[in-house]
């Protein structure tokens, strides 16, 4: 069964700085892994797909890095900003076409 | 549609009652999923429908939860006898990913805004 942890589950941090989150997945036998972002009261906003064969995605100031076999990707946020401020889930995508999501990294940058 | 729609945004209910939310993905996308989300949690899986068939409806709790897509485009989630434990957002997600599709077939999930339930 595949379980994801995300950390830190919880960030603040100054505007400007760049930042890493993390996340893990127990099984690797992934078909791809997407990073979401949710505001409150939202629905999740798609940031960036890996497939499984690739390394990483960019999306302006995002990258995302995906190493499966150790059951791990990271998604960096390069200068931050107050409009970045939200919670960040990870879901990777198993066999048997079910995504499965960590608890999420809350975020908040400050002004 | 332009993205994934649900309806009612907002449902609040008594326990015990029969409630139903609709999802209407985006035109074309073959794969349909539910999920429910507690506050503070990530989205926890329902049901995955691929067509009008539930491929794989293994994170249903209990009987009391049903979903149905019987033209292969909408869908419907189906809550009986609601209690408060079932208070939850549920969200929608449909994809294009599938098996023996020709095209783009990333298996991007594209989600909607959720159907916030409250059981009083």
């Known amino acids: 069964k595949q379980e994801v942890t995300q950390i830190p589950a919880a960030l603040s941090v100054p505007e400007g700085e760049n930042l890493v989150l993390n996340c893990s997945f127990t099984?690797?036998?992934?078909?791809?892994l997407q990073w979401f972002r949710q505001d409150p009261g939202k629905g999740l906003t798609s940031l960036l797909l890996?497939?499984?064969?690739?390394r990483e995605q960019t999306s302006g100031r995002l990258n995302a890095s995906l190493d499966k076999s150790s059951g791990r990707s990271t998604l960096y946020i390069a200068a931050s900003q107050p409009g970045d401020s939200a919670t960040y889930l990870c879901?990777?995508?198993?066999?048997?076409?079910?995504?499965?999501f960590g608890a999420g990294t809350r975020l908040f940058v400050k002004a | 549609g332009a993205g994934v729609s649900q309806t009612p945004s907002n449902k609040v209910t008594e326990k015990g009652k029969y409630v139903e939310l609709r999802c209407d993905p985006i035109?074309?996308?073959?794969?349909l999923y539910w999920y429910r989300q507690s506050l503070g949690q990530g989205p926890e899986f329902l049901i995955y429908f691929q067509g009008t068939g539930a491929a794989d409806d293994s994170g249903l709790p209990n009987d009391r939860f049903f979903a149905v897509r019987p033209e292969g485009s909408v869908s419907t989630l189906k809550i009986q006898r609601t209690e408060r434990g079932d208070s939850a957002v549920y969200l929608c997600a449909s994809s294009l990913r599938g098996k023996r599709l020709g095209g783009p077939n990333t298996g991007e999930l594209f989600f909607g805004e959720g159907s916030r339930l409250t059981v009083l």
């Open positions: 890996i497939q499984s064969s690739q």
């Open positions: 035109s074309g996308h073959t794969a």
């Open positions: 879901a990777p995508n198993t066999g048997g076409f079910k995504t499965i």
């Open positions: 099984d690797s036998a992934i078909y791809n």
